[in-house]
């Protein structure tokens, strides 16, 4: 009976302190910001879906192939990754996917402003301009036309590697996948103004549920930082999430699996421990 009641005060103690310094120390280390916002209600909704994808691909071919490819349509980008690099700080992106990968609502904001969108106006101002302009002069109907042809080039599926080319190795590698950023590391610090991390052990540094507020806004949580917000929608950024811990935590779920068959083990030695000293006892009195 003794020994019982001094588990309980350890049961006790042990409690007091988890529960009275872990939370804080938590809420320091990682203070609550909001939730990933995947219809980006700080973006006037536009009416996207009357786009005529004629009108749109012409005013693609008009105003974005000078910059990006289509490789889905056979329209090669107009320089090569490293002369891009050089000339932008950042090569453009092929526009195949975009539209599978970015919330269409994002996306017509984007085209109008993309400073704004983004949330780089404390990176880019009229004294350092956005690689791209803003087509300001887009009419709402413009933009839904824009994006009706960019939906309407997308393949049925995208597979995670194509979703992570799509959204992030512009500027990220992922060295445990063998996947190189398409920039030019030194152009993309000068662009930036720090060096784009890799991406393979953020899955552990940040855990899933950090990553998908950070992707979603990287300013909630790093303020002034110099990634922009892509815009993915919730789909592709699962996606990403998925490809980043297939690549950086292979091992997951057998860890998990050996986690429980490791409590399982510890309970049945300890139910085995408890009755082993219950017949020692039993026999000294």
């Known amino acids: 009976m003794k020994e019982f009641k001094i588990l309980i005060i350890l049961i006790v103690v042990v409690g007091v302190i988890y529960y009275g310094v872990e939370p804080y120390a938590h809420s320091v280390m990682h203070p609550k910001v909001a939730p990933a916002d995947f219809a980006f209600k700080d973006l006037e909704p ?33 320089m090569d990754s490293l002369s891009a690099s050089n000339s932008f700080g950042v090569v453009p992106p092929d526009l195949s996917h975009v539209a599978g990968v970015l919330n269409a609502n994002f996306l017509a904001h984007f085209i109008k402003d993309p400073v704004k969108t983004a949330k780089l106006s404390h990176k880019f101002n009229d004294e350092r301009p956005y ?31 194509e979703v992570f080319a799509q959204s992030c190795q512009r500027c990220h590698s992922l060295d445990y996948a063998k996947d190189k950023a398409f920039s030019d590391p030194k152009d993309l610090a000068n662009y930036l103004g720090s060096h784009a ?9 940040k855990g899933e549920h950090g990553l998908n507020v950070f992707i979603n806004d990287p300013q909630k949580l790093l303020p002034g930082t110099a990634m922009p917000r892509v815009g993915l929608s919730e789909k592709a950024q699962k996606q990403v999430i998925a490809y980043l811990e297939k690549a950086g935590d292979r091992k997951k779920h057998e860890r998990n699996t050996l986690g429980i068959k490791i409590m399982i083990f510890f309970a049945v030695l300890s139910f085995l421990a408890y009755a082993w000293k219950r017949k020692v006892w039993s026999e000294v009195h």
Do not use: W
């Open 131 to 161: 690689p791209m302009p803003a087509f300001s002069q887009f009419s709402d109907k413009d933009l839904s036309d824009i994006v009706a042809y960019l939906t309407s080039i997308l393949p049925k599926n995208l597979s995670d590697k």
């Open 197 to 205: 991390p890799d991406l393979s052990m953020m899955i552990r540094a």
């Open 46 to 78: 536009m009416d996207l879906k009357n786009g005529d994808a004629n009108k749109g691909k012409q005013l693609v071919a008009e105003n974005c192939t000078a910059c990006h490819g289509i490789k889905s349509q056979n329209i090669p980008a107009p």
